[in-house]
């Protein structure tokens, strides 16, 4: 049974760093995609930040130059350090493993930046 876990959400004060960890188990994850959405109070769901398998990156604009998003491939894990945050940033982070026709997300982390 593929699981989806993230962990280390908190409370933050404006301009203070988290590191958000995911760890996916349960079948091979060869050649998927990992990345991050969130989703502030009372919107809808957004992109963050994705890794492919290969390594390649790619940011949502508002993230851009603030987060870092890495994985490591052995481990089945993805990684996203958010520096620089703003109050803005609040949200429940998901992560998200998949590959066209297949996708699975984890049950999301509080993330709170209080200004």
């Known amino acids: 049974q593929v699981q989806v876990v993230e962990s280390g959400g908190g409370l933050v004060q404006a301009g203070g760093s988290l590191r958000l960890s995911c760890q996916a188990s349960?079948?091979?994850?060869?050649?998927?995609?990992m990345g991050w959405y969130r989703q502030p109070p009372g919107k809808e769901r957004e992109f963050v930040a994705t890794?492919?398998?290969?390594?390649?990156?790619y940011y949502a604009d508002s993230v851009k130059g603030r987060f870092t998003i890495s994985r490591d491939n052995f481990k089945n894990t993805v990684n996203l350090q958010m520096n620089r945050l703003e109050p803005e940033d609040t949200a429940i982070y998901y992560c998200?493993?998949?590959?066209?026709?297949?996708?699975?997300w984890g049950q999301g982390t509080q993330v709170t930046v209080s200004s």
């Open positions: 998200n493993v998949g590959v066209i026709g297949t996708d699975y």
């Open positions: 349960g079948r091979s994850f060869s050649g998927f995609d």
């Open positions: 890794v492919s398998w290969s390594g390649g990156t």
